[in-house]
């Protein structure tokens, strides 16, 4: 109970202090009784705990990241997006102040790395560089499995495109993609065409349209990767290939060893004015280019998502990363996570469709 006589007494003395001076204001307080002390000290207790877990909690926002950050590979190191994810990781690093990682978990279609990044923590430290097999694997279900689906994972920014060209190898009866058709329709399953990824990649998709759309019959040589393929070429072991970067043949194409007969990009490149892309030729493959998004696993916090994605954004505009760009044949090609989703779209129409076709074709391996 409080001491109310008490306190109408210590009033009634208050009354006679000056307004203002420090007697009146000790005396106000010592006018309280030591029950509602306690309530006011608990008020203000409870304010502060309540001030301190707030400050925390934002705190804990505005510091991330205050741990190095993990770029996943989907394919080996050494290659062209492996190139492009190291060139990026460079610039973020500086606009985040953390270290910036690049790790490859190849194999599989790039689905052990999807696979990896779905069951991670959903935390922001870890982001992958996704293309259409690996985001949307249901697609492709009918040539594997896949460990698990696009519900797990969520775009945050879309990244960059290399661009894909049709190398041939040097002393090939024909000079054009053109030719080559031509000499593939007189010369039914003679021609050996190197694919350089697995069934239902969206690059094997885009050779298996120029196929059809062509009309044309050849021998298919399945590879583990573009390297594998580039020596076969080298060697004169196949006569065209697919699924090729333009700068890992660039050099090659320079010198002679091989020719460039056409590119998969909506225009010609500036470093390789000379090659054509397969629709100034006649024929448009139809399959969108292949992007390179970046996807966390589904639940990591917005705020963190916003953080990754504006990193990646100053990065693409920065002159260091431009200049790396144009020597690594790296098309920088930034995409919100509207733009993202809208090709999602379009590339589950298109490749589910491809996808259908190819099924019904009589299985050659």
């Given at each position: 109970?409080?001491?109310?006589?008490?306190?109408?007494?210590?009033?009634?003395?208050?009354?006679?202090?000056?307004?203002?001076?420090?007697?009146?204001?000790?005396?106000?307080?010592?006018?309280?009784?030591?029950?509602?002390?306690?309530?006011?000290?608990?008020?203000?207790?409870?304010?502060?705990?309540?001030?301190?877990?707030?400050?925390?909690?934002?705190?804990?926002?505005?510091?991330?990241?205050?741990?190095?950050?993990?770029?996943?590979?989907?394919?080996?190191?050494?290659?062209?997006?492996?190139?492009?994810?190291?060139?990026?990781?460079?610039?973020?690093?500086?606009?985040?102040?953390?270290?910036?990682?690049?790790?490859?978990?190849?194999?599989?279609?790039?689905?052990?790395?999807?696979?990896?990044?779905?069951?991670?923590?959903?935390?922001?430290?870890?982001?992958?560089?996704?293309?259409?097999?690996?985001a949307i694997p249901e697609i492709y279900?009918?040539?594997?499995?896949?460990?698990?689906?696009?519900?797990?994972?969520?775009?945050?920014?879309?990244?960059?495109?290399?661009?894909?060209?049709?190398?041939?190898?040097?002393?090939?009866?024909?000079?054009?993609?053109?030719?080559?058709?031509?000499?593939?329709?007189?010369?039914?399953?003679?021609?050996?065409?190197?694919?350089?990824?697995?069934?239902?990649?969206?690059?094997?998709?885009v050779s298996y349209s120029l196929m059809?759309?062509?009309?044309?019959?050849?021998?298919?040589?399945?590879?583990?990767?573009?390297?594998?393929?580039?020596?076969?070429?080298?060697g004169g072991h196949i006569d065209v290939?697919?699924?090729?970067?333009?700068?890992?043949?660039?050099?090659?194409?320079?010198?002679?060893?091989?020719?460039?007969?056409?590119?998969?990009?909506?225009?010609?490149?500036?470093?390789?004015?000379?090659?054509?892309?397969?629709?100034?030729?006649?024929?448009?493959?139809?399959?969108?280019?292949?992007?390179?998004?970046?996807?966390?696993?589904?639940?990591?916090?917005?705020?963190?998502?916003?953080?990754?994605?504006?990193?990646?954004?100053?990065?693409?505009?920065?002159?260091?990363?431009?200049?790396?760009?144009?020597?690594?044949?790296?098309?920088?090609?930034?995409?919100?996570?509207?733009?993202?989703?809208?090709?999602?779209?379009?590339?589950?129409?298109?490749?589910?469709?491809?996808?259908?076709?190819?099924?019904?074709?009589?299985?050659?391996?």
């Amino acid at each position: 109970m409080i001491d109310t006589v008490g306190v109408h007494d210590r009033a009634t003395r208050l009354d006679r202090l000056p307004a203002n001076s420090i007697e009146r204001r000790g005396a106000a307080f010592s006018a309280i009784g030591p029950a509602a002390r306690r309530s006011s000290f608990g008020l203000v207790a409870l304010g502060a705990a309540a001030f301190a877990l707030w400050a925390g909690t934002v705190g804990a926002q505005e510091s991330f990241p205050s741990k190095p950050v993990t770029l996943l590979n989907p394919l080996p190191a050494g290659g062209g997006v492996d190139t492009a994810m190291r060139g990026l990781a460079k610039e973020m690093a500086a606009i985040l102040g953390q270290p910036v990682l690049v790790e490859s978990r190849p194999g599989a279609g790039g689905t052990i790395a999807g696979e990896f990044l779905a069951k991670a923590k959903p935390d922001g430290y870890l982001m992958g560089l996704l293309q259409s097999t690996q985001a949307i694997p249901e697609i492709y279900a009918e040539f594997q499995k896949p460990p698990y689906s696009s519900a797990e994972i969520s775009p945050v920014v879309r990244y960059m495109s290399l661009v894909y060209a049709m190398p041939s190898r040097a002393g090939a009866p024909w000079k054009s993609f053109s030719e080559m058709i031509a000499y593939a329709k007189a010369n039914p399953n003679k021609v050996r065409w190197g694919r350089t990824v697995g069934l239902g990649h969206p690059l094997h998709l885009v050779s298996y349209s120029l196929m059809k759309k062509a009309g044309i019959q050849v021998i298919e040589v399945p590879f583990k990767g573009a390297a594998d393929a580039i020596t076969a070429l080298l060697g004169g072991h196949i006569d065209v290939a697919f699924g090729v970067s333009t700068t890992a043949i660039a050099g090659h194409v320079a010198a002679g060893r091989m020719m460039a007969l056409a590119i998969h990009n909506p225009a010609r490149l500036p470093e390789m004015p000379d090659v054509p892309t397969f629709k100034e030729q006649g024929i448009d493959p139809g399959v969108p280019p292949v992007y390179n998004t970046f996807f966390v696993p589904k639940g990591t916090p917005p705020a963190a998502v916003k953080v990754l994605h504006d990193a990646v954004k100053k990065a693409i505009e920065t002159p260091a990363l431009k200049e790396f760009a144009a020597k690594n044949g790296i098309l920088l090609y930034y995409g919100s996570e509207a733009d993202v989703a809208q090709e999602l779209k379009q590339d589950r129409e298109v490749s589910s469709a491809l996808v259908a076709q190819i099924l019904k074709e009589p299985k050659k391996e």
